[in-house]
């Protein structure tokens, strides 16, 4: 069965909570960008990894989701606040998730969770 491959950039290079939580959840990979601005290299990273999703952290939550938009075409979200509204990006197909900096294993267990409601495994 594949592995599911979920990228974080962190402006502040922080998003090793969140890797945490993904990786909880059996099947998960979690590759955490390391350094400052790690955000903005989100879009490179997924694409050289063929990565299944990705998690921008920032102030406002939108700088390295929406470059990973417009340089590579990922349907993304951006300005969430919130686990809940990370898992209905999800359910409405977006690859890229854009929030606040939210580092926490609760996040990253309620996303790989919605992933696989979303994308069940075979």
Same mark, same amino acid.
């Given at each position: 069965? $594949? =592995? @599911?491959? @979920?990228? @974080? &950039?962190?402006?502040?290079?922080?998003?090793? !909570?969140?890797?945490?939580?993904?990786? +909880?959840?059996?099947?998960?990979?979690?590759?955490?960008?390391?350094?400052?601005?790690?955000?903005? !290299?989100?879009? %490179?990273?997924?694409? $050289? =990894?063929? /990565?299944?999703?990705?998690? +921008?952290? #920032?102030?406002?939550g939108g700088a390295g /989701?929406?470059?990973? $938009?417009?340089?590579?075409?990922?349907?993304e979200r951006h300005g969430?606040?919130?686990? %809940?509204? &990370? =898992?209905? /990006?999800?359910?409405?197909? #977006?690859?890229?998730?854009?929030? &606040?900096?939210? %580092?926490?294993?609760?996040? &990253? !267990?309620? @996303?790989?969770?919605a992933y696989l409601k979303?994308?069940?495994?075979?």
């Open positions: 069965m $594949k =592995e @599911i491959t @979920i990228v @974080i &950039g962190d402006r502040m290079g922080k998003g090793q !909570k969140v890797g945490v939580g993904i990786e +909880s959840v059996a099947g998960f990979r979690a590759i955490v960008i390391p350094g400052m601005a790690a955000d903005m !290299k989100l879009g %490179d990273v997924m694409h $050289k =990894e063929n /990565a299944d999703l990705g998690i +921008s952290f #920032c102030g406002s /989701a929406l470059t990973a $938009k417009n340089k590579y075409g990922y349907a969430m606040r919130s686990a %809940d509204e &990370g =898992e209905t /990006a999800i359910a409405e197909g #977006c690859k890229v998730l854009g929030f &606040g900096f939210m %580092d926490t294993e609760e996040l &990253g !267990k309620r @996303i790989a969770t979303k994308y069940p495994r075979s």
